[in-house]
């Protein structure tokens, strides 16, 4: 018998002779049993930000349940459930409203088009005023904590990556969050800007909120021109700072040169990401069997195609939330097969013990995985 194997019997011949008591629940306890998992939501208002982008006003859709939205920080998101045909799809989307908002029973969330996105496409071209949808709670870790950040805050944002900051903004507006924000925000012309209204206003009004506009493929006043540099955000370091990052991956790879030559140490810069990249030697396609509470399916999957995505091609409503290998929302465990995992980095007592993120694992042979759905 191995250490590990030693150590999990000692532990069942410890937990079998300790007595059984019962153990009331506390406060937190209850409130915890409170919090739904998904809410029921009806789209009461679309509002179209650029000609790629809309944003949807979301309230709870009590027919089915959901008489209160569940609150949130600035700067998580929730995950949309939903077929589309005959595949289930789960997306992350982050909140871009203040979280003041959900007390009065409103989220709203803001969609840029993907080229090719199955999810992306169909809200934007297909969903309704009155269309109703399921989501998860709130959740997320890219959030201002004021332990561990500092005063002066530093937003980079490309894009629709601009959604977690705007809920920031409105934040520290509404006297949730206390600290200083400077966004600097990157888009390719003055008509791809999200939310122009709203940082026109925030700039005009807010002390502790300012937005900063670089356009790379437009040069017109009041606006920065090219891409983020060293020299446009040095002005606006503090001796101490925390930084925030959303949006391409272009992005990140060129604002990390510039943070190291400003010497932003590593643990002062935080990262939003929604998506996994790779592409394999060859595109295979493997048998996937996955065993479940109560059945056993089995179904194909490709070598260049995560094993979430062919479970969701399925039809099989796997769990899912963050789709980048950090939340552990999907986590299951690995049968028999070979994998190649991208992008995350789990504790070694999840590897020992073969749990997988389907979302972020590639299959490089025919798969056998438990999944307690």
Do not use: W
């Amino acid at each position: 018998m191995n250490n590990i194997e030693f150590l999990r019997q000692e532990r069942k011949d410890i937990i079998k002779d300790y007595p059984s008591k019962e153990i009331p629940n506390t406060i937190v306890d209850d409130l915890v049993k409170s919090i739904n998992e998904i809410q029921y939501v009806i789209v009461k208002e679309i509002i179209e930000e650029t000609k790629d982008t809309k944003s949807f006003i979301l309230i709870p859709d009590k027919s089915k349940g959901t008489n209160t939205l569940e609150p949130f920080k600035a700067g998580q998101y929730i995950s949309i459930k939903m077929f589309i045909g005959d595949t289930y799809v789960t997306r992350a989307y982050s909140l871009s409203s203040s979280p003041k908002d959900a007390i009065n029973g409103i989220y709203r969330i803001t969609i840029k088009r993907v080229e090719k996105g199955l999810v992306s496409n169909a809200l934007l071209d297909d969903m309704k005023v009155g269309d109703g949808l399921a989501i998860s709670k709130p959740t997320g870790i890219f959030t201002y904590n004021k332990i561990r950040d500092e005063e002066n805050v530093i937003a980079i944002a490309g894009g629709c990556g601009i959604t977690p900051f705007m809920s920031l903004a409105k934040s520290i507006i509404d006297g949730i969050e206390d600290c200083y924000l400077t966004v600097f925000y990157s888009v390719k012309t003055e008509n791809d800007i999200i939310f122009k209204k709203d940082i026109e206003l925030i700039n005009k009004k807010s002390k502790k909120v300012k937005f900063i506009i670089t356009l790379t493929r437009e040069d017109k006043n009041d606006y920065l021109n090219g891409h983020i540099t060293k020299d446009m955000i040095e002005p606006y370091l503090k001796d101490f700072n925390t930084i925030f990052m959303c949006g391409p991956k272009e992005l990140y790879k060129s604002m990390n040169e510039i943070l190291n030559e400003l010497n932003i140490p590593r643990k002062s810069v935080h990262y939003e990401n929604f998506y996994t990249e790779y592409t394999p030697l060859e595109i295979n396609t493997y048998e996937l069997k996955i065993l479940m509470k109560n059945k056993t399916e089995v179904i194909t999957c490709k070598s260049n195609e995560t094993l979430l995505v062919s479970l969701e091609k399925a039809g099989i409503k796997a769990p899912s939330l963050c789709r980048v290998g950090t939340c552990g929302f999907c986590r299951s465990i690995l049968i028999d097969g070979k994998i190649k995992t991208v992008g995350e980095s789990k504790p070694k007592a999840l590897t020992i013990n073969d749990y997988i993120h389907p979302c972020v694992t590639y299959p490089e042979s025919d798969i056998v995985i438990r999944i307690d759905i």
